[in-house]
């Protein structure tokens, strides 16, 4: 029987070292200390990384769900795209990020062993694209391993379900899940809240569910505490596999 030697290291936010199948993988890099990023929407970000971008080591590929906000890719995580192997984002990153392959939905890309799918996102409710930008999500799949799920930016649950029916079997999801929320479109969240999440991870049949990016900015308006309360009163707490920052998770 094939070992599976999955790891996950939450670095803070959304930014998670991925070990997949000989590759190492890294979610939109966020590496700055805190600070407030001033724009139409200021954005203040409460918690530095819990490694320094020094000790992220080699990366064969970022994977980047959108390249518009600073809590996806900060001024450090821009200077270290560049560092990377390739970096995978949209087409729209693509044209405004030099050395970015830009992928459409159910669009592949090979690394090394892996194939990095795109999947939709969905960045706040219906038409929110208008505003808050186009945002990818990826499936990472490798000869007889379990097939990965990476949200990215996605408050659609509908889109998790069609991500679902469409790959198959998915054995662990990293779910973007700290219900964020500027005030943009009213009470609607920019991600997955705890009640959606919920909803998300029973789409995804007994997929593990990782949470990442519920911590370390004002804009996210649930706690993780409030997450993992739900899931357990749902009844899929034993589903969880919560990372501790900077601490390797084997999934």
Same mark, same amino acid.
């Given at each position: 029987?094939?070992?599976? *030697?999955?790891?996950? !290291?939450?670095?803070?936010? /959304?930014?998670?070292? +991925?070990?997949? $199948?000989?590759?190492?993988?890294?979610?939109?890099? !966020?590496?700055?200390?805190?600070? *407030?990023?001033?724009?139409?929407? /200021?954005?203040?970000?409460? *918690?530095? /990384?819990?490694?320094?971008?020094?000790?992220?080591?080699?990366?064969? %590929?970022?994977?980047?769900?959108?390249?518009?906000?600073?809590? &996806?890719?900060?001024?450090?995580?821009?200077?270290?795209?560049?560092?990377?192997?390739?970096? =995978?984002?949209?087409?729209?990153?693509?044209?405004?990020?030099?050395?970015?392959?830009?992928? #459409?939905?159910?669009?592949?890309?090979? +690394?090394? #062993?892996?194939?990095?799918?795109?999947?939709?996102?969905?960045?706040?409710?219906?038409?929110?694209?208008?505003?808050?930008? *186009?945002?990818?999500?990826?499936?990472?799949?490798?000869? @007889?391993?379990?097939?990965?799920?990476?949200?990215?930016? &996605?408050?659609?649950?509908? =889109?998790?379900? @069609?991500?679902?029916?469409? +790959?198959?079997?998915?054995? +662990? %999801?990293?779910?973007?899940?700290?219900?964020? &929320?500027?005030?943009?479109?009213?009470?609607?969240?920019?991600?997955? &809240?705890?009640?959606?999440?919920? $909803?998300?991870?029973?789409?995804?049949?007994?997929?593990?569910?990782?949470?990442?990016?519920?911590?370390?900015?004002?804009?996210?308006?649930?706690?993780?505490?409030? =997450?993992?309360? @739900?899931?357990?009163?749902?009844?899929?707490?034993?589903?969880?596999?919560?990372?501790?920052?900077?601490?390797?998770?084997? =999934?």
């Amino acid at each position: 029987m094939t070992e599976h *030697t999955i790891t996950l !290291t939450l670095v803070g936010g /959304p930014t998670a070292i +991925i070990e997949y $199948a000989g590759a190492r993988l890294l979610t939109d890099p !966020t590496f700055d200390q805190p600070r *407030t990023y001033e724009g139409a929407i /200021p954005l203040h970000k409460l *918690t530095g /990384p819990a490694l320094p971008v020094g000790a992220v080591g080699a990366i064969d %590929a970022v994977l980047l769900s959108h390249d518009q906000h600073a809590d &996806n890719l900060d001024r450090s995580g821009r200077a270290f795209l560049p560092l990377a192997g390739a970096v =995978l984002s949209t087409p729209e990153a693509a044209a405004r990020i030099d050395g970015v392959t830009g992928l #459409a939905p159910w669009q592949t890309h090979r +690394i090394g #062993a892996v194939e990095v799918t795109a999947v939709p996102a969905l960045h706040g409710p219906e038409g929110a694209e208008e505003l808050s930008g *186009t945002v990818t999500g990826f499936v990472l799949a490798a000869p @007889e391993q379990p097939v990965v799920y990476v949200s990215g930016d &996605n408050a659609s649950v509908e =889109l998790v379900a @069609e991500i679902a029916g469409r +790959i198959g079997r998915i054995d +662990i %999801a990293v779910l973007f899940a700290g219900a964020a &929320n500027v005030g943009r479109f009213g009470d609607s969240d920019l991600t997955l &809240n705890a009640r959606t999440a919920v $909803a998300a991870a029973r789409e995804l049949g007994d997929a593990a569910i990782v949470p990442v990016h519920a911590e370390g900015w004002h804009h996210f308006s649930e706690t993780r505490d409030r =997450l993992i309360r @739900e899931f357990g009163y749902a009844g899929l707490g034993d589903r969880l596999r919560v990372p501790e920052p900077g601490v390797p998770l084997p =999934l």
